[in-house]
């Protein structure tokens, strides 16, 4: 009796049904670039982390054709992606501030498309303390 050969595997679209895949996801993190600018100001602080990736970066990588628009309403749609990105930003803004106690982080993200490229900027804003007058009892 002959048995049936090996199915070969078919990898799925990038984009299906307007969803990105987690591959999808790991792309586009692999190929971004990242600017953070923002500093503590009277116990609040205030930055922003501009995210740019290349479409033709993505290009290279993408399985079938990669329409932009398609791609731009799949990214803002992705509570995962979006999410990264905020993880990301929060980190930034942390390592400028180390030494303060950070409050609640409020954060807003805008996604857009701009010179062959697609562009997440993140907003981070947080209340700090500062722990030295923290640890002694002192209120600025």
């Given at each position: 009796m002959k048995r049936p050969g090996l199915a070969k595997a078919r990898r799925g679209a990038f984009i299906s049904k307007g969803v990105l895949s987690r591959e999808a996801e790991m792309l586009i993190l692999g190929r971004?670039?990242?600017?953070?600018?923002?500093?503590?100001?009277?116990?609040?602080?205030?930055?922003?982390?501009m995210f740019q990736v290349p479409l033709a970066a993505l290009q290279e990588r993408w399985r079938g054709t990669l329409d932009a628009a398609e791609l731009l309403r799949a990214v803002e749609g992705s509570v995962r992606l979006r999410i990264r990105f905020m993880r990301i930003a929060v980190a930034d803004a942390r390592h400028r501030a180390p030494k303060d106690r950070?409050?609640?982080?409020?954060?807003?993200?805008?996604?857009?498309?701009?010179?062959?490229?697609?562009?997440v900027d993140v907003d981070v804003e947080a209340a700090l303390d500062d722990a030295e007058s923290s640890r002694h009892g002192s209120h600025r």
């Open positions: 971004t670039s990242r600017l953070s600018e923002g500093e503590p100001d009277s116990g609040q602080y205030f930055g922003s982390t950070w409050g609640t982080f409020v954060t807003e993200t805008r996604v857009r498309l701009a010179n062959s490229a697609l562009h």
